[in-house]
């Protein structure tokens, strides 16, 4: 069964630190993924999108990695501030994309506090 | 501002009422999808449209919901006699596929509430 895995599901933390959230899929066959930040209220908005032969990808703050021998996939947040506050979403797709399908985790939702 | 648009971005309904959404995509892209989204959970793909041909229904789209994109367009999403868990948030996203790579673009969505 094609899933996405998050955790942890929630999480707290400072202001200026930092944080790692997790990713696992099995997804099959594996096209390609994007970590998401969706604000309360509003749409997902792209923040990284890695392919199979990427293993890092940058945006700013926010550090994606990508395992695509363990299928596991990570997003680091350096230096949090209280706008980081939202739910993130790992996002796979699946194989060459004829649909553009995606498959959803069901999202780490992070509260940074002052 | 991903340059998708949604409307109403809130609509509070009774049970078995009908109730109409209307999503008008960046306008150079031919693909649309329609998502529902419950409170804690990640999006869930319904149906998407590849110009104003519907390319895929998900088994979540009852007979109850139907989509529409009849020009390739803008987009409607109806729900016919709404039950109370229909209550979610409705996404829709566009994107224009170049080769094997996509990015779709999502609307900030429609919050609906069946009472």
């Known amino acids: 069964k094609n899933q996405v895995e998050q955790s942890p599901q929630s999480l707290i933390i400072l202001e200026g630190k930092n944080c790692t959230l997790q990713?696992?899929?099995?997804?099959?066959?594996?096209?390609?993924l994007r970590w998401y930040k969706q604000d309360t209220g509003r749409g997902p908005v792209s923040l990284t999108i890695m392919t199979f032969s990427e293993n890092t990808k940058s945006n700013g703050r926010y550090t994606a990695t990508l395992d695509a021998d363990t299928k596991q996939s990570s997003l680091h947040i350096t230096a949090s501030q209280l706008s980081d506050s939202a739910s993130y979403i790992c996002?796979?797709?699946?194989?060459?994309?004829?649909?553009?399908?995606?498959?959803f985790g069901q999202g780490t939702t992070l509260q940074v506090k002052p | 501002d991903t340059g998708v648009s949604q409307d109403p971005r809130h609509k509070i309904t009774k049970r078995g009422q009908n109730v109409t959404f209307r999503c008008d995509p960046i306008s150079e892209h031919n693909r649309l999808y329609w998502y529902r989204q419950t409170l804690g959970q990640g999006p869930e793909f319904l149906t998407y449209?590849?110009?104003?041909?519907?390319?895929?229904k998900s088994r979540l789209l009852s007979d109850r919901f139907s989509a529409e994109r009849p020009k390739g367009s803008f987009s409607t999403l109806e729900i016919q006699r709404t039950e109370q868990g229909d209550s979610a948030m409705y996404l829709c996203?566009?994107?224009?596929?170049?080769?094997?790579?996509?990015?779709?673009?999502f609307g900030p969505g429609t919050r609906l509430l069946v009472l």
């Open positions: 449209f590849q110009n104003e041909a519907q390319l895929e």
């Open positions: 996002v796979v797709s699946r194989g060459s994309g004829n649909t553009g399908k995606l498959i």
């Open positions: 990713c696992n899929y099995t997804v099959s066959p594996f096209s390609n």
């Open positions: 996203a566009s994107s224009l596929r170049q080769g094997l790579q996509e990015t779709q673009y």
